[in-house]
């Protein structure tokens, strides 16, 4: 059974910076697209950036120029690393892994941007 687990986020000022991983347990193979999500309390879950196989990337306008992806599909490991954060981008972020006939996603974690 393939599980993703996420890690990293935290309580952070603004200004500052948060790294978050997310690997899949389990026997995963050829995932098209990693992608993180995020919820905000009272609103919808939300496309953060993606990334596909062959490493296109896409961001939402909002965190342009400050937050990147990357993956390392060895090791089936999606990474959002995230600068300059502001407290608009507090949130519950999930890790999502999207194959050909499968989606599967993270439990979350909690990223608190405040003073």
């Known amino acids: 059974q393939v599980q993703l687990v996420e890690s990293g986020g935290g309580l952070v000022q603004p200004g500052g910076s948060l790294r978050l991983s997310c690997v899949a347990s389990?026997?995963?193979?050829?995932?098209?697209?990693m992608g993180w999500y995020r919820q905000a309390p009272g609103k919808q879950r939300e496309l953060v950036a993606d990334i596909t196989r062959g490493g296109f990337t896409n961001y939402a306008d909002s965190v342009k120029g400050r937050f990147s992806i990357f993956r390392d599909n060895a090791k089936n490991t999606v990474y959002l690393q995230m600068n300059s954060l502001k407290p608009e981008d507090t949130a519950v972020y999930f890790c999502n892994f999207r194959l050909v006939t499968n989606n599967y996603w993270g439990q979350g974690t909690q990223v608190t941007v405040s003073s």
């Open positions: 389990g026997s995963i193979f050829a995932v098209l697209t």
